[in-house]
T-cell receptor, first 112, second 113 residues
Framework: GDSVTQMQGQVTLSEDDFLFINCTYS??????LFWYVQYPGEGPQLLLK?????NKGISRGFEATYDKGTTSFHLQKASVQESDSAVYYC???????????FGTGTKLQVVP | EAAVTQSPRNKVTVTGGNVTLSCRQT?????MYWYRQDTGHGLRLIHY???????QIGDVPDGYKATRTTQEDFFLLLELASPSQTSLYFC????????????FGPGTRLTVL
């Protein structure tokens, strides 16, 4: 069945550092790959969506890409700010008629 | 005007108690979901539904029932609550399954003593 793996449980960076979060996925169908962000006390919200058609997404300074060869997808930001402190989830959707699969989340803490 | 609302926001009950969590969406979405969120596990799908009267099981359905009474309303029922069900519960809605964005509610924190 479909699955997604998110290995980085927690990341601590200083302001202006580079952020890179990586997930791997497995599906026999065409994937749609999402990144959701969850700020403290809130529900998750969509940050970026990447499909096989567009290959890349950019929003709020974040960039999401995927690599079909290695079945991995990535979230990066050139310069993080304290306000980016949150939990980031990678999510796999597929056109298989089944529900989306969430990674276990990466808690990002940005210190001043 | 929040599109997905949940009630109550906090709930404390005792082991063996009966709990109902409520969710309402105003997105006119067909799909609604119930997740639980626990440290180290992220978000895990309990049940989902694609319309009134429909119910599908997710990855962790044991100990939970759910009912979709209308397109807008989806309920999660814990008939014999246990301490292992202490968690943060989220409801979400979407227009479809795999390729569709999910819209989440603010969450309900449930404590089972």
């Amino acid at each position: 069945g479909d699955s997604v793996t998110q290995m980085q449980g927690q990341v601590t960076l200083s302001e202006d550092d580079f952020l890179f979060i990586n997930c791997t996925y497995s599906t026999t169908w065409y994937p749609t790959l999402f990144w959701y962000v969850q700020y403290p006390g809130e529900g998750p919200q969509l940050l970026l969506k990447v499909t096989t058609a567009n290959n890349k997404g950019i929003s709020r300074g974040f960039e999401a890409t995927y690599d079909k060869g290695t079945t991995s997808f990535h979230l990066q930001k050139a310069s993080v700010q304290e306000s980016d402190s949150a939990v980031y989830y990678c999510v796999l959707g597929a056109n298989s008629g089944t529900y989306q699969r969430f990674g276990t989340g990466t808690k990002l803490q940005v210190v001043p | 005007e929040a599109a997905v609302t949940q009630s109550p926001r906090n709930k404390v009950t005792v082991t063996g108690g009966n709990v109902t969590l409520s969710c309402r969406q105003t997105n006119s979405h067909n799909y609604m979901y119930w997740y639980r969120q626990d440290t180290g596990h992220g978000l895990r799908l309990i049940h989902y539904s694609y319309g009134a009267g429909n119910l599908q099981i997710g990855d962790v359905p044991d100990g939970y029932k759910a009912t979709r009474t209308t397109q807008e309303d989806f309920f999660l029922l814990l008939e014999l609550a246990s301490p292992s069900q202490t968690s943060l519960y989220f409801c979400a809605s979407s227009g479809g399954l795999g390729g569709y964005e999910q819209y989440f509610g603010p969450g309900t924190r449930l404590t089972v003593l």
